[in-house]
């Protein structure tokens, strides 16, 4: 007989796990790392909610689906975007949450500089930053 299996994580703990490994960062940092081409900016968000709220003006859309396939330096459904494994990635979702585990995904495939924005889609346009319709 094998040993007890191990007490299942919660969603905060994962997130809190998950977010240990990397520097997430503020909506007014993301900007300026992309506006002077540092960052690729990336909305996960869903289609509903970038119709409703709008859009980060030169941020790359890509389904959560659909992001570690397009963004796989390797990958043979990956975006020129993806260009190699250093490149910084700033996922967006839209409160923060799905972000980090989308960041913490891409960091499995080797792109150890992704993380994601705190607060997310949210934080961005509180802050006043880009937005377009």
Request: aromatic share 4%.
């Amino acid at each position: 007989m094998s040993g007890a299996e191990p007490e299942p994580l919660g969603i905060d703990e994962l997130l809190e796990r998950v977010r240990a490994d990397y520097e997430r960062v503020e909506p007014r940092t993301a900007h300026a790392a992309a506006q002077a081409g540092e960052a690729l900016l990336v909305d996960i968000r869903y289609a509903a909610l970038r119709e409703q709220d709008g859009l980060i003006p030169g941020a790359l859309v890509i389904e959560r689906n659909e992001l570690e396939w397009r963004l796989d330096p390797r990958g043979s459904h990956r975006l020129p975007e993806a260009t190699g494994h250093d490149l910084r990635v700033v996922v967006i979702c839209n409160e923060g949450y799905a972000s980090s585990l989308a960041a913490a995904s891409l960091h499995q495939l080797g792109l150890h500089r992704a993380t994601d924005l705190v607060g997310g889609f949210q934080a961005w346009r509180a802050a006043g930053l880009p937005v377009a319709s």
